[in-house]
């Protein structure tokens, strides 16, 4: 049984959704980013092309959309977490990781724009190094030298450089 193109659209809504709270700083503005990326992708379904990988193409969407935005300047720094979540979640162990998550969150966004990308998308979303450049747009070694410099900053931030 073929699936349809709005119900592949809906099976990548988390991915989506946590690619864009990482571009944008926050999950408000991330499922804003996401929405605008959704109504474009459906608004130009005729411009994907059968056989190839819907993700990848969402995912350049979302990121031209959030080049076009500059919320990668604008927006303030705030967590992935909400800040109840250790409340809800219950005892100390979760609030001890909602703090570290918060902490990484932070640390992320401290990053320049292209290495977070590089980061979430390597990192996060598990993207092969080529897939991941070529949403980005970029070569594959680019694309690299991003993700260590990315990674190696990241590292230093959380304390865990040698």
Known sequence: ?????????????????????????????????CQMALE????????????TRLDSWTYRIMRNIWI?????ESRRRQTFVAEEAGATQGGEGAQEAAAELSYVDRA??????????????????GYAYKEAAEIVGCPV??????????????????????
Do not use: C, I
């Open 1 to 33: 049984m073929s699936t349809t193109f709005e119900q592949d659209l809906l099976d990548l809504l988390p991915r989506l959704r946590r690619f864009a709270a990482g571009l944008a700083g926050n999950p408000a503005d991330g499922d804003d980013l």
């Open 40 to 51: 474009r992708a459906l608004a130009n379904r005729s411009r994907w092309q059968e056989g």
């Open 68 to 72: 076009d935005e500059g919320r990668a």
């Open 108 to 125: 992320m966004q401290k990053l320049p724009p292209d290495q977070r990308e590089a980061v979430l998308l390597v990192m996060v979303e």
């Open 141 to 162: 070694g680019t694309l690299n030298s991003r993700l260590v410099r990315g990674r190696d900053a990241l590292m230093a931030m959380l304390g865990e450089a040698q």
